[in-house]
């Protein structure tokens, strides 16, 4: 049989698994400890020599099956999910970064991930933080103490693309992991193991979810990167497959240590929200063009920020990588209009923060998610005081319009 398309992949996931009781959803196991009849069954469990599950802190039935939707949708060899995005994010970084080591990372970034390497920096981590939609730049920072690199597909707010291919190309010939957060495309708009990502991080929260009432993030290992030259892998995790040495890891001292688990309920809440994901991001995304193409020709505003645009700097890279162009748009207002008036008089958008969710939602970012960087850093990067950030929802693509027109008008 060919290889199945994405969503047949995820909505027969469950069931393909061991059915309980002809259960076609995984049921969700609550029970925090798991016993045994024969005690060798613990032991095997606690020396991993046998796949079960031992205490939820580390695993559960309900998770295993959420890892493995997962592990299906990113094409990857092994999945770990976490409480959400950033706690994925930063058990990784603590996982497999000491200090000393150096890491280069794009700039723009997701705020509270950038706030979050502020406090690695702390821990004696080197960060370089480079422009990476221009290969040459992410070159320029290699330091012979280089371990990792970290990107984002399409940038909040401002939507730009980093070099994704060419850093892949870069990261395989001198050995970096190359780490890809992969939330604003998700696995269905962009695989990113085609770019030879050794790991791809997502929140869950966002498009997997796509409901808003479930917080996840997750970590999968493509099978690309030898973690055997990988120095920070500790003695302990060092037998058995190669390839596992780094999810192993993250799993023990990420997970298990650090304590970032999901909870079975919301494993269950993420996996019915996946299912349908190929469908609403097709929607999201077919929205997102329509009210960009009307938002770049309206009077009132100067400036749209949408990959799917002819004039987006990187819009035949997102072409070429990407299944659609995305969900998330920005634009600025002309100088003397007030993006706050404007949100207020959208009835249908509403003002909030977060991504990927059904309904269409809308902040102005300087006053929100560029608040605490001040005018100056704003101005530095680019972020004008009348920018609007779009999550573009579900709805009916003329009902969106016709709230932008008259808010506009
Ligand atoms: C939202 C987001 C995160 C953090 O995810 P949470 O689940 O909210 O913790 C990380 N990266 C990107 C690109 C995001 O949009």
Known sequence: MSEQGFTTKIVHSDHLLELEYGAIHAPIHNSVPYGF????????????????????????????????????????????????????????????????????????????????????????????????TDIEQVKAAQQPNTRMLFVETIANPATQISALDEIGDFCEAQGLVYIVDNTLTSSYLFDAIKVKASLIITSLSKYVAGHGNALGGSVTDTGLFDWQTYPNIFEAYRTGDSKMWGIGQIKKKGLRDMGACISSQTAHLISVGSETMELRMQRQCKNAGILAEFLAQHPKVAKVYYPGLKDHPQHQRAKRLFKHFGAML?????????????????????????????????????????????????????????MVRCSIGIENTADLIADFEQALA
Request: with cysteine.
């Open 37 to 132: 009849q024969d005690v060798q069954g613990l032991i095997d469990v606690f020396q991993g020599t046998k796949p079960g599950h031992a205490y939820a802190r580390s695993s559960t039935p309900t998770i295993d099956a959420l890892q493995h939707k997962i592990k299906q949708m990113d094409n990857g060899i092994a999945t770990l999910v976490f409480s959400c995005g950033m706690s994925a994010i930063v058990t990784t970084f603590l996982t497999l970064l000491k200090t000393g080591d150096h890491l280069i990372c794009s700039h723009y970034l997701f705020g509270n991930t950038r706030s979050m390497i502020g406090t690695l920096q702390g821990y004696g981590i080197e960060v370089t933080f480079v422009d990476s």
């Open 330 to 386: 920005s634009f600025d207002l002309i100088e003397g209009e007030d993006c706050c008036e404007l949100l207020n008089k959208l009835k249908l958008v509403i003002s909030a923060t977060h991504l990927g969710d059904n309904r269409t939602l809308a902040l102005p970012v300087a006053p929100t998610i560029y608040h605490e960087m001040g005018l100056e850093t704003r101005q530095k990067m680019g972020i004008s005081e009348t």
